[in-house]
Nanobody, 122 residues
Framework: QVQLAESGGGLVQAGGSLRLSCAAS????????MGWFRQAPGKERDFVAR????????DYADSVKGRFTISRDNAKNTVYLQMNSLKPEDTAVYYC???????????????WGQGTQVTVSS
C-alpha cells in the first residue's frame, strides 16, 4: 500500500515556474515507477511524465518536453515535477501516481494522490 500527497501547486504567470512534490508513505516506494498526470476541467486525465523506480528512465508528453523535468529521491520517498516556461494551457489539477509498470497509461497506476491545482495566468 502506498499513500501519495502532492504539494507545490498554485497560481503563476505565464513564463513562470513551479515545482510540484509528491510525498509517499511506505517502505516500498523505491520499487514503484512514478508518474505525473493532469486533468483540466471537462477533459480526460492526461499523461505528463514518468520515471522508473531507480530514476534512470524518464519519459515526457510532447506538450511538456523540454519544459518539465521529473525526478525522484528514494531516500526521501518523494518524486518531483519541475515545471518551467509555464503556459496557460498547463492549467490543470496535477496528480502523482505509482505503478509497478513503467507506463503512460493511467489505468496501470494503482495508487493516486489527491491532486494539486496549477493555474497559469496569461
Amino acid at each position: 500500500q502506498v499513500q501519495l500527497a502532492e504539494s507545490g501547486g498554485g497560481l503563476v504567470q505565464a513564463g513562470g515556474s513551479l515545482r510540484l512534490s509528491c510525498a509517499a508513505s511506505g517502505r516500498t516506494f523505491s520499487s514503484y515507477a512514478m508518474g505525473w498526470f493532469r486533468q483540466a476541467p471537462g477533459k480526460e486525465r492526461d499523461f505528463v511524465a514518468r520515471i522508473g523506480s531507480s530514476g534512470g528512465s524518464t519519459d515526457y508528453a510532447d506538450s511538456v518536453k523540454g519544459r518539465f523535468t521529473i525526478s525522484r529521491d528514494n531516500a526521501k520517498n518523494t518524486v518531483y515535477l519541475q515545471m518551467n516556461s509555464l503556459k496557460p494551457e498547463d492549467t490543470a489539477v496535477y496528480y502523482c501516481a505509482a505503478s509497478r509498470f513503467l507506463s503512460r497509461g493511467p489505468v496501470l497506476y494503482n495508487y493516486w494522490g489527491q491532486g494539486t491545482q496549477v493555474t497559469v495566468s496569461s
